[in-house]
């Protein structure tokens, strides 16, 4: 199902950043939400170190709501995917994941060309091979919902409005600057995936 929305998406120059307000539905995004707390555990193996602190869950192939999410997802992607100019073959690399920010969790300033535990490391590394092309995050939360938490890019790259908001995706090429604000109250919870195509030439 390919949902629509009245509001263009909002295309950035380089780096590329597609946002589409609150593109899914609010009853979807909370059916995935409610879902994924209730039936998955935590993986305490992601998440709770380094660069990145927060609770991750993983949709992996198998669990009920994977097709839907998966297919979903990708039908966003294909209609923006050139804006980005870059290849797909619209395969995960690795799983959906689920994630939940609570007081005091936070991503620093990483991009998704390189492991995110060792992003503090090398910020900048521009000459990885690694297939990873496209990075896509889903907004599971009402701004209202928490404190801080802040979805930011590049400091180069200026939005009219932040990527905040039930339902909202920004999908963005995955070597692009981005870091999540520390939580100071409440919680945000986001779906993310990293898509795959050609090894960068």
Not at 25 to 47: A, F, S, Y
Not at 74 to 80: A, F, G, L, R, W
Not at 128 to 155: E, H
């Amino acid at each position: 199902m390919t949902y629509t929305n009245s509001l263009s998406p909002l295309i950035t120059p380089y780096p590329k950043i597609i946002v589409t307000p609150h593109y899914f539905p609010v009853q979807w995004c909370d059916n995935i939400n409610n879902w994924m707390i209730k039936n998955v555990e935590p993986d305490t193996r992601l998440g709770g170190k380094g660069a990145r602190r927060c609770t991750v869950r993983v949709l992996y192939p198998g669990l009920r709501p994977y097709n839907d999410v998966f297919r979903s997802m990708i039908d966003y992607v294909k209609p923006n995917i050139s804006r980005l100019n870059v290849d797909l073959d619209y395969k995960i690399d690795g799983v959906i994941q689920h994630v939940t920010y609570n007081t005091g969790d936070y991503v620093a300033w990483h991009n998704d060309l390189l492991d995110i535990q060792s992003a503090l490391v090398h910020p900048r590394c521009s000459d990885l091979k690694t297939n990873r092309k496209a990075s896509m995050t889903v907004m599971l939360s009402n701004p209202s919902d928490y404190t801080g938490g802040k979805f930011i890019f590049d400091p180069n790259v200026k939005l009219p409005h932040n990527v905040e908001g039930k339902g909202t995706v920004a999908l963005f090429t995955s070597h692009t600057q981005h870091r999540v604000e520390e939580i100071t109250s409440g919680t945000r919870q986001i779906l993310f995936v990293f898509l795959t195509g050609p090894e960068w030439r």
